[in-house]
């Protein structure tokens, strides 16, 4: 088994706390562990729905199999997504961890939607779109521009 730690580093503008909403459903490319080959399609799983593994070997939030040597792999969140933060603004911050078996997350594509808020307003914004790689918006309440640019993906194996 390997956990994984996904980190991004994101250039934020007049806004903190960046994660996903509730029901987002998260994107990966996914590399087999026995033969080493990476899908080329994102695969998607969520941290709230989970199947059953066959054999009775109890259940993952994803459960598939290699398409190219057929083996059998699982990836299940461990509980806690955290909020990127503007704290540590441009640098890697980990926002998930995975217990991964016979399979390595190597990619992740952010897609929507996302929230924030204003750094110093505390104003909302909801359905954000990182599809593109960025956004932008303005705040009304603080009358300046924000916006989310520069988004880096990472995975590091935790101990
Ligand atoms: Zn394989």
Redesign the pocket.
């Known amino acids: 088994m390997v956990k994984l730690g996904l980190y991004l580093k994101v250039n934020l503008e007049n806004v903190t706390d960046l994660k996903p909403v509730h029901e987002y459903e998260w994107h990966f490319k996914i590399q087999?562990g026995?033969?080493r080959?990476t899908d080329e399609n994102w695969i998607s799983f969520n941290p709230h729905d989970t199947v059953d593994m066959p054999g009775s070997r109890g259940s993952a939030n994803l459960v598939m199999r290699?398409k190219?040597?057929k083996?059998e792999s699982s990836a299940q969140f461990e509980c806690g997504i955290q909020a990127y933060s503007a704290e540590k603004n441009n640098a890697f911050q980990k926002i998930a961890s995975f217990d991964c078996r016979g399979l390595e997350l190597v990619d992740f594509s952010p897609r929507d939607p996302w929230v924030a808020e204003g750094t110093e307003s505390g104003t909302k914004f909801e359905d954000i779109d990182l599809s593109e790689g960025e956004w932008a918006e303005y705040d009304e309440k603080s009358g300046e521009p924000v916006g989310i640019a520069e988004i880096e993906v990472q995975f590091k194996k935790e101990k």
């Open positions: 087999c026995s033969c080959e290699c190219f040597c083996r």
